[in-house]
């Protein structure tokens, strides 16, 4: 069965940091790109980040520039989300997704950024 | 950056009854190697995204025929043929022809 299954939210302060994990199963996870998704509570979807392959290629939503770094283990089967100096405006489940089709998509994990 | 916009936002609809969700893109969808990447998904209250159909009018595995995509250039629409209660969430639009970004619509919230 494919999964993904996100992991590493919480609360956290502003200008605090996180890292958010996403662990892969079901597929061979090194031959997709994968995404980070996410949704600010009672909002509407908006993509954050992605991985090529290889992690040769990353692009960013321009509002997380500068602060979060996207990044890949293939041997592990694992996604990565480090996130710093977050803001209020960052809190959001964080959905991994596989591909840039975004077929398949995990549960989800509630990063809330407050003091 | 490619904007997508849903119409209507929010869809009250009978069960047994058809609906339809517009969608329109900034710019066309159509990408250099002829295909139209324009995904549709559906997220039932308190459960992940799932996604119906992509480029533009294949159903994904599992969905329901009742489910239906069609459109081209910048013009999509989604629709139910008969809605059923488990159709109930919101409905979202997706393009990744132009990217980055990738760029989703507002989301079409979908009550009985």
């Known amino acids: 069965e494919v999964q993904l299954v996100e992991s590493g939210g919480g609360l956290v302060q502003p200008g605090g940091s996180l890292r958010l994990s996403c662990e892969a199963s079901?597929?061979?996870?090194?031959?997709?790109?994968m995404n980070w998704v996410r949704q600010a509570p009672g909002k509407g979807l908006e993509w954050v980040a992605n991985i090529k392959q290889d992690g040769s290629e990353k692009y960013y939503v321009d509002s997380v520039k500068g602060r979060f770094i996207i990044s890949r283990d293939n041997a592990e089967n694992s996604l990565y989300l480090q996130m710093n100096s977050l803001r209020a405006e960052d809190t959001a489940v964080y959905y991994c997704?596989?591909?840039?089709?975004?077929?398949?998509w995990g549960q989800g994990t509630m990063v809330t950024v407050s003091s | 950056d490619v904007v997508m916009t849903q119409s209507p936002l929010s869809l009250s609809v009978t069960l047994g009854q058809p609906a339809s969700i517009s969608c329109r893109s900034s710019?066309?969808?159509?990408?250099?190697?002829?295909?139209?990447?324009l995904n549709w998904f559906q997220q039932r209250p308190g459960q992940s995204p799932r996604r119906l159909i992509y480029k533009v009018s294949n159903r994904d595995s599992g969905v329901p025929d009742r489910f239906s995509g069609s459109g081209s250039g910048t013009d999509f629409t989604l629709k139910i043929s008969r809605v059923e209660a488990e159709d109930v969430g919101v409905y979202y639009c997706m393009q990744h022809t132009h990217w980055p970004p990738w760029t989703f619509g507002q989301g079409t919230k979908v009550e009985i």
């Open positions: 710019q066309s969808l159509v990408h250099n190697d002829g295909n139209t990447y």
């Open positions: 997704v596989r591909a840039t089709s975004f077929a398949v």
């Open positions: 079901g597929f061979t996870f090194s031959s997709y790109w």
